[in-house]
């Protein structure tokens, strides 16, 4: 892979904290000061507003710098809000199959974001299962957790 194209899989596949950083702080401050964003940063300044909670710390150029600790209390918001892309992006393509039918489901009982939230909930959880294990995430576990919350909250 040569120089652009070794980039842009680092960017779009594999960012950086810093890149992940720069990128809602970025789409952020352009969507405060009227700028032109990306399809991609779009989404991100929608789920930003969504968010009144991280918006200090998204126009704080520290706050790029700091680690947000379970310790400290505070929800790291570009975890928060790259989890929220990552089901966005699940729910486009279906990927797991099933998710979108899950979703739907979820969305009987609950309104788009507190549905999204659920989701973060179950994903969350597999990706910490995973990691503790050595596995793979385990897309059946996944989509399992998700339709029982559906099913539990009707």
């Not at 200090?56 to 947000?68: F, G, I, M, N, T």
């Not at 918001?77 to 486009?92: D, K, V, W, Y």
């Not at 609950?110 to 385990?138: N, T």
Request: net charge negative; charged share 30%; glycine share 4%.
């Amino acid at each position: 892979m040569d120089g652009p194209a070794r980039l842009f899989h680092t960017l779009m596949f594999n960012p950086s904290k810093e890149q992940v950083r720069a990128f809602f702080t970025d789409a952020w401050r352009k969507r405060r000061e009227g700028g032109v964003l990306t399809p991609l940063e779009t989404m991100a300044a929608d789920l930003i507003e969504r968010h009144p909670e991280y918006h200090a710390d998204l126009q704080d150029p520290d706050a790029a710098e700091r680690d947000y600790t379970v310790e400290a209390g505070r929800t790291n918001p570009f975890l928060h809000l790259s989890m929220h892309l990552a089901i966005q992006e699940q729910l486009s393509i279906d990927h797991p199959p099933g998710i979108r039918a899950a979703w739907n489901a979820l969305l009987r009982s609950h309104d788009e974001h507190e549905a999204a939230h659920v989701i973060m909930e179950a994903l969350g959880e597999v990706v910490w299962e995973a990691q503790r294990l050595g596995k793979p995430l385990d897309n059946e576990r996944y989509l399992d957790l998700i339709r029982r919350h559906a099913t539990h909250d009707r």
